[in-house]
């Protein structure tokens, strides 16, 4: 694999960030986080193991379009 299994996609302009997993070769929209609680609910649900303890590591989350850990736009 070339790049994280989860993107937190860029910020839109009404606030919350696209998630996304790629898994058995597609990806998966697992919906529109708003926080970081929330992206952690999204990752539970998809079945991710203590997903609060890799939201900063790079090999399986990537922050595409803004700072980590941030949802609004700028």
Same mark, same amino acid.
């Given at each position: 694999?070339?790049? @994280?299994?989860?993107?937190?996609?860029?910020? *839109?302009?009404?606030? /919350?960030? +696209?998630?996304?997993?790629?898994?058995?070769?597609? !990806?998966?929209?697992?919906?529109? @986080?708003?926080?970081?609680?929330?992206?952690? *609910?999204?990752?539970? /649900?998809? +079945?991710?193991?203590?997903?609060?303890?890799?939201? !900063?590591?790079?090999?399986?989350?990537?922050?595409?379009?803004?700072?980590?850990?941030?949802?609004?736009?700028?």
């Amino acid at each position: 694999m070339t790049s @994280a299994p989860i993107i937190v996609h860029r910020p *839109v302009g009404t606030g /919350g960030r +696209g998630v996304t997993v790629h898994r058995q070769g597609r !990806d998966e929209v697992l919906g529109t @986080a708003y926080s970081d609680h929330d992206l952690v *609910v999204f990752l539970e /649900g998809a +079945g991710i193991a203590d997903p609060d303890t890799i939201l !900063d590591d790079p090999q399986w989350v990537e922050w595409r379009g803004g700072p980590a850990h941030e949802f609004t736009a700028t």
